[in-house]
């Protein structure tokens, strides 16, 4: 499964994850003192300027992840227009890409087998029992192979209705594909019970 | 153990699958999008604390970084980005949902898990996510509900499907509801 880990090389890939998740917390808490149009556009500037080591390429990634917002983005400016309340939906705007773009950065920079270095460390730091770590991370290596072998019987599920009707496949597939889920589960329950359990 | 261990990770596979499949259409050939049924589904099916892990450990793995939300999102951006109090509300949603379906156990057909579905998928979501949105766009509680009041019907006549499914799961595999 591809992961949103960007494959342009930037110098914030060297970093290590925990400081860059540190810092972004702080920027995400120092964002909330943002009040006014000039300091919002600073902010987005300093967070674009953190894209440019990448190149273009790497900064129309960053942009194409903001893409999912445009809907909000018409939705609250619209509001605001209408309101008269211009500055203050921009300010909110502004400051909303400026924390998402940070999050997005991080995660274009970060691989997942980093992430869930730190999530274990973290884990450990807390003191977490050892048996409850090793569970948990059998259950995120079954959801990672998992989820695209349900994706695909997924798919052949809608094909076999489109070959069987003309209708559109609608909620009734739900139910083998749930099934198709949970008979995996007892089947891989058992395979890990015939290997020593978890 | 492992039983509750891999139904928790299939069934977090499969809300992330939802969010994959992009062509399951729903109601009236509009295309709503099915991971939040699959959300309820997690607490009909699973139960209360199974299915808020599941729910919890799709979420860890969005967070770190999977594009697994519908419409390919994932990573940071998602959790601080306006639908936050949504997903910090799906596995809460998942936890109510099984607590009532449990409480109801095998009666009702599809009636009382639907309703289920609707106390916790549909009014504690949007409890969460409406704060949610509050906190983050600084608008009103009373302007953050009239926004997102119409994405509502859609998600009720996901609870009433996902009662449906439930009950036709129910038929599949009786042994399903044993913890």
């Known amino acids: ?198 | 153990m492992e039983r509750n261990i891999t139904l928790i990770a299939l069934f977090a596979a499969l809300i992330a699958a939802l969010g994959l499949v992009p062509k399951f259409d729903f109601a009236f050939g509009v295309p709503i999008t099915a991971q939040s049924m699959g959300v309820m589904l997690a607490g009909t099916v699973l139960g209360a604390r199974r299915g808020a892990l599941a729910v919890l450990l799709f979420l860890g793995l969005v967070a770190l970084g999977l594009p697994l939300l519908s419409g390919g999102r994932g990573g940071l951006g998602v959790f601080a980005g306006p639908t936050v109090g949504f997903l910090v509300g799906f596995p809460v949603a998942a936890f109510v949902t099984g607590w009532f379906a449990q409480a109801w156990a095998g009666k009702g057909g599809f009636v009382l898990p639907a309703l289920a579905a609707i106390l916790g998928g549909v009014i504690v979501l949007y409890v969460f996510g409406i704060v949610g949105f509050a906190l983050v766009t600084g608008k009103s509680i009373a302007a953050s509900t009239a926004i997102m009041a119409v994405f509502i019907p859609g998600d009720a006549i996901k609870a009433v499907l996902a009662g449906l499914i439930t009950q036709g799961l129910r038929k599949a595999r009786p042994g399903l509801a044993a913890a």
Request: hydrophobic residues 60%; positive net charge.
């Open chain 1, 1 to 198: 499964m591809i992961s949103l880990t960007s494959d342009i090389r930037t110098p914030w890939h060297r970093l290590p994850a925990g400081p860059k998740l540190l810092v972004l917390c702080l920027w995400t808490l120092a964002l909330t003192w943002v009040g006014t149009v000039p300091a919002a556009l600073v902010a987005c500037g300093v967070v674009a300027a953190l894209y440019l080591p990448g190149g273009v390429a790497f900064l129309r990634q960053g942009v194409r992840l903001l893409k999912p917002l445009w809907v909000f983005a018409v939705l609250v400016g619209g509001w605001h227009v209408v309101t008269g309340e211009v500055a203050q939906g921009a300010v909110i705007l502004l400051r909303l890409a400026a924390a998402i773009a940070a999050a997005n950065l991080v995660t274009l920079t970060t691989r997942l087998d980093t992430m869930l270095a730190v999530v274990e460390r973290a884990l450990a730091a807390f003191r977490v029992p050892e048996t409850f770590r090793k569970r948990l991370a059998l259950a995120v290596a079954l959801m990672i192979r998992f989820t695209p072998v349900l994706a695909q019987k997924g798919g052949q599920l809608i094909t076999a209705w489109r070959a069987r009707s003309p209708r559109r496949a609608g909620w009734r597939l739900m139910v083998p594909f749930a099934l198709t889920a949970l008979d995996d589960a007892e089947r891989v329950a058992d395979a890990i019970r015939a290997r020593g359990g978890a």
